[in-house]
């Protein structure tokens, strides 16, 4: 971790995890019950760092702005409910006609393939999170989420959203 703190964070989560799971073990095998458990809270914490790296270059492909700007195409993005600074109409209204279309893409897609996607990207589970969920396995999941990521680009290109 070169963030601190990140890395307490984590840590944080991980004493947690174990107080909750783990309360009632011997205190003998606490210690590799929590050095199993840090590695997987690392493993996830890599993994959504991943996913997120990923959509942020998808949205930042679409972004009208100057190569030199460097913020976080999804701070920008608003809803309802977001207190943030409103954008300007022509921006607001460019926003909503990208969300639509993006929307528009994952209502096409399979019913399994949606379900999969939305699971792991937007809700941020893990494989064998979105697999106990689903009620298949992991290979399933695998396949959904990759059909699903290539069809979407697929349409989303068709639309006329290209990457530069």
């Known amino acids: 971790m070169r963030d601190e703190h990140t890395a307490l ?5 991980t004493m947690i995890k174990l107080a909750e799971k783990y309360g009632d073990k011997p205190a003998n095998e ?3 019950l929590f050095q199993r458990i840090l590695q997987n809270t690392i493993r996830d914490h890599f993994r ?4 997120r790296n990923t959509w942020t270059t998808l949205f930042s492909s679409f972004s009208t702005k100057n190569d030199e700007d460097e913020s976080d195409p999804l701070e ?27 929307e528009r893409a994952l209502e096409r897609l399979p ?7 939305l699971l792991r990207y937007w809700e941020g589970l893990d494989i064998i999170e979105t697999a106990a969920v689903m009620g298949c396995t992991e290979g399933s999941v695998k396949t959904h989420c990759s059909r699903a990521t290539h069809a979407l680009a697929a349409a989303l290109k068709n639309t006329g959203m290209e990457q530069p």
Request: net charge negative; charged share 30%; with cysteine.
């Open 30 to 32: 606490l210690p590799l």
């Open 76 to 102: 920008l993005l608003s809803d309802d409910d977001n207190c943030s600074t409103p954008p300007l109409p022509d921006a607001a209204l460019q926003q909503k006609q990208v969300i639509a279309r993006i």
């Open 48 to 51: 959504r760092q991943k996913v």
């Open 111 to 117: 019913a399994r393939q949606r379900e999969a996607f």
């Open 9 to 13: 964070d984590i840590v944080q989560d």
